[in-house]
């Protein structure tokens, strides 16, 4: 469990650090109601630094830098739209349950949006909590063993990564720990 706590701090550490350094060395634009990153001289240089170091880290930075100028879902507030923008985020870099996605961005120890508001950006999203499931299984798998009743209670727990049991048997089944 020691383990598995340091793993997923590393991981949110990485998250913390990335969005910093994208958030950071972006210029934020609004036109005709449309939220969009524009840095394109920002953007390469720093992935480049990345990709010397880690390219499976400027993979990430290229995909959530990409994810940036997508279309917001309208009628948002900007609040709601903020939130988007990093539940984004975190789903490029690891699995979330809908749960625990709300709670990272509502969280004082994590973003501090309003409960509120990062449920409408979580629920905005359309994001399958299946899909999303079988990554936190394989992530959990690739840690540590597990058996299928172990991952599946990682899973779902409260004090875990919050799935519905359904959610996370599915995970768990996909990611074969199950047989």
């Known amino acids: 469990m020691k383990k598995l706590l340091k793993w ?3 991981i949110f550490v990485g998250l913390l650090i990335i969005g910093f350094i994208v958030g950071k060395d972006s210029a934020e ?3 005709a109601g449309v939220d969009a990153i524009e840095a394109p001289s920002k953007q390469p240089v720093v992935a480049e630094s990345f990709e010397q170091s880690d390219p499976v880290v400027a993979n990430v ?4 830098v990409a994810e940036e100028v997508e ?6 507030s900007r609040p709601q739209k903020n939130a988007v923008r990093s539940a984004k985020q975190y789903v ?6 809908r749960d625990g996605l709300i709670e990272q961005l509502s969280s004082e120890y994590g973003d501090g949006y309003e409960v509120n508001d990062s449920t409408v950006a979580v629920d905005s999203l359309g994001i399958d909590w299946n899909e999303q499931a079988v990554r ?7 840690m540590t063993g597990f058996s299928c009743d ?3 209670e990682q899973l779902s727990s409260s004090a875990g990564s919050k799935y519905t049991v359904s959610e996370a048997t599915y995970g768990a089944q996909q990611a074969g720990a199950c047989s």
């Open 92 to 97: 490029s870099m690891t699995g979330f349950s």
């Open 136 to 142: 936190s299984a394989e992530q959990y798998l690739n």
């Open 29 to 31: 634009v609004e036109t």
């Open 71 to 76: 279309v917001q879902p309208e009628g948002l």
């Open 150 to 152: 172990g991952l599946i």
């Open 61 to 64: 930075v290229d995909e959530v």
């Open 8 to 10: 997923l701090a590393i």
